[in-house]
């Protein structure tokens, strides 16, 4: 059985409901594609004919700035195209705060009980903007219910108060979680924010960095 995932970036993303429609402009594309056709092995019928090739993508791809596909069983690209190329990555970037959060539970520095404050600063700035979880200012929520809205409903509100509770600040926890990037092999990738907002590109990873 063959297991694959795809990463590909069709000039649209999306950030707490607003679009982020292309890759950075600061970073040049590479020219072209590279695609790698790789027979796999297969449990059930035995090795792959190794005349057998992946077919080219269809033309309505030409469009696509970035792609890749990745067969998570073999460990091989299957389909490159500029992806080391810089991008916006939007809400995905609240992926990395679900597992800096996930991965101080893992140590026992952080419980799913412990009760945060919705501050006053982040209920101003996050309050009305995005999607979010209608967080009252001076209410207290767990980290638990926090971690639902940010997975469930993409809540920016959340993001700014898991940030601020745990790490004391947006700024510190940032910090852990480019840390924790650095520590996965995440070397052309860096988070400005919590949750993904337009930080006027100081937020973006590559799709290589994506596997």
Partial sequence: MRTVVSVGILGLAVAGGIAASRPLLSEPAQAGS???AVPLPDAATGP????AVMPQP???LDGVPIAMLYDLHSGQTLFARNIDQRFLPASVTKVMTLYTA???MAQGK???DRMLTVSPAAWKEW???GSRMF???GSRVSVHDLLMGIANVSANDGCAVLAEGVA???DGWVAMMNARARELGMAHSHFGTPMGWMDEGNTYYTARDLT
């Fill in 34 to 36: 590279t695609m790698m």
């Fill in 48 to 51: 792959v004919n190794p005349a």
């Fill in 58 to 60: 269809p033309a309505e």
């Fill in 102 to 104: 996930f991965d101080l």
């Fill in 110 to 112: 952080l419980s799913p």
């Fill in 127 to 129: 309050h009305a903007k």
């Fill in 135 to 137: 967080l009252a200012e």
């Fill in 168 to 170: 004391g600040s947006v």
